[in-house]
């Protein structure tokens, strides 16, 4: 990932590690240096956690212009480790420094506590460290999912905002630290500007949101339905392999927290959308609910495929490998360019009856287009056999598909000589 958009990826990293905390530090060692020079190191340790917890929220709030610079999944990735780091500091922070205050203890107590409890649930529920490298860990997650469904981890993961205000108490109740007045009002723009920021974007308005109705969603295979969306804003300016958040706030029975899905139909034409969704989690299992003229609301787009194509040599083969019902985005992607690069498109599928695309792909066969459609996961001898010394060495291999499998692909596929930097997903489990 760092290899991928190193410049990008390094300023977003040293503003959140080094810049945005620095203010606060520095006002307040400048303030305190001759009052508690021997517990400076464990005071900044608390503000570095605190600025980095805040950094987290924004990052929450999904901003377009970070995700075209380093992509959902490096934000993502940047978003967990910050919070995990933050913990690790904070810890650092409350056990070595002494204090008297039973409030301040408390208050700081309780708030890390908070955080380590959503950080254990989260690694589990929240995120695929686990469950996309460890097949117990995603058996245990599916069986505890009829309990924990994907709404309620949200909501237990946004306690972490009630952490937070814990420690924005503990500060304002610390003595010897609310007296400094330039400090304390630093503190707290830093602590208004984001909160105020994540509750504008997710309680009053999201310039990114396009509001949009269904004119038809119907089975196209016995798991997998299409949903057809006539938008009503036409710049919403999707490229071909972009993904939305959905979300349904006026269907009766169905969650109204967003969702992400992927394109299926190149971007011809900016007023449709169609996605193409596999009916397997608590969410999807109830899109029977959704009818024709419904308002569907779209966050985004989403996505770097297309940039990362666009930025690199028409000469470069593009691979593209699809795993089940995410070879929608390559669809988008193998109609987008089919003309202007040699394209090789790689589907494994469960068995012929979610072959939904195959006509699909194969009016697109030419010279300069290949495709290939066959049961089940992809091998090594296979990869050997269906891939040109050519392809492995110079082409760009878009994988998508169930994180498990993408992992598993990518690392084959590095063992067969494809370079690391040529292996492009966008999971967003990480």
Known sequence: MLKKYPIALYVTWSVALILFPM???????????????????????????????????????????????????????????????????????????????????LTGRTAWFMVLGIALYSVLFMSGWLVDRFKIAAQLKNTLQHFFKHQ???????LNLVAIFLIWIHVHI???????????????????????????????ENKHVTVGEVIDIHSISPTVVQLNIQLERSKTNFQAGNF?????????????EAHPFSISNAPIDQHTAIFTIRQLGDFTKKLDLVNKGDKVFLEGPFGRFASIIEASSSDSPLILIGMGTDIASLLSIAQKYHHSHTIKVIW???????????????????????????????????????????????????????????????????????????????????
């Open 152 to 158: 309620l981890s949200l909501w237990i993961h946004r």
């Open 348 to 430: 494994t599928t469960k068995n012929e009856s979610e072959r939904y695309y195959h006509q699909d792909f194969e009016a697109l066969v030419t010279g300069n287009f290949d495709y290939v459609v066959q049961n089940h996961r992809l091998n090594r001898a296979q990869v050997k056999e269906m891939l040109t010394v050519e392809e492995l060495q110079t082409g760009q291999f878009f994988i998508v598909g169930p994180a498990f499998g993408v992992i598993g692909l990518k690392k084959m596929l590095s063992a067969a000589g494809v370079n690391k930097n040529n292996l492009i997903d966008e999971r967003l489990t990480m």
């Open 244 to 256: 939305f958040f959905l979300s349904f706030k006026n269907v009766k029975g169905l969650s109204v």
């Open 23 to 105: 203010p606060l530090i520095l006002l307040l060692n400048t303030s305190m240096a001759h009052s508690a020079i021997d517990q400076l190191i464990l005071i900044d340790a608390g503000i570095v956690a605190y600025s980095w917890w805040l950094f987290e929220v924004y990052l929450s709030t999904r901003s377009l212009w970070l995700d075209r610079l380093i992509g959902l999944p490096a934000l993502y990735f940047v978003h967990s480790t910050l919070g995990l780091g933050a913990l690790l500091v904070g810890f650092i922070h409350w056990y070595y420094l002494v204090s008297m205050g039973q409030l301040i203890v």
């Open 174 to 204: 610390i003595g010897r630290v609310n007296i400094y007045p330039l400090f304390m009002f630093t503190f707290d723009t830093y602590s208004f500007v984001i909160f105020g920021l994540y509750l504008w974007q997710k309680l009053v």
